[in-house]
C-alpha cells in the first residue's frame, strides 16, 4: 500500500469517528432543547404580594381565552428564577411556567 492510500485511510477514519461524535453531541442537544420546550419563560412580570401561581394562572388565562380554574390543571410548576441578569439590572426575576402538557406552550 503506498503512502498517500494509507494516508487516505487514516483520514478517512478520523472523519468517521469526527461524524460520530458530532451525531453524539447532537442527539444531546436534541434533548436539552426537548426539556427547555416544555418551559415558559416571562419576563418583566412585576413582583406582587398574591401568590405567584395564581397571578401568572390569571394573566395566562386572559390571553389564552379561557377560564381561570381551567388554566390552574394546565400548569405543573411556576417558580422565579433568580438570575443574575435580573440583579445587576434592578428588572424582576424571569417566571418559569411548567405546564403539564408540553402542547399548552404553543
Given at each position: 500500500m503506498d503512502?498517500?492510500?494509507k494516508e487516505l485511510e487514516e483520514v478517512k477514519k478520523e472523519n468517521q469517528s469526527l461524524f460520530q461524535?458530532?451525531?453524539d453531541l447532537?442527539?444531546?442537544i436534541v434533548i436539552e432543547l426537548?426539556?427547555?420546550s416544555s418551559i415558559l419563560r416571562l419576563l418583566n412580570i412585576p413582583e406582587k404580594e398574591r401568590n405567584l401561581t395564581e397571578q401568572i394562572t390569571t394573566i395566562l388565562a386572559e390571553v389564552l381565552g379561557i377560564e381561570t380554574e381551567e388554566m390552574e390543571g394546565e400548569i405543573d410548576k411556576v417558580y422565579r428564577?433568580?438570575?443574575s441578569h435580573a440583579r445587576r439590572n434592578n428588572i424582576p426575576c424571569e417566571i418559569h411556567v411548567k405546564?403539564?402538557?408540553r402542547?399548552?406552550?404553543r
Open positions: 503512502p498517500i492510500q461524535i458530532n451525531k447532537t442527539d444531546t426537548d426539556r427547555a428564577a433568580n438570575l405546564f403539564v402538557k402542547t399548552n406552550k
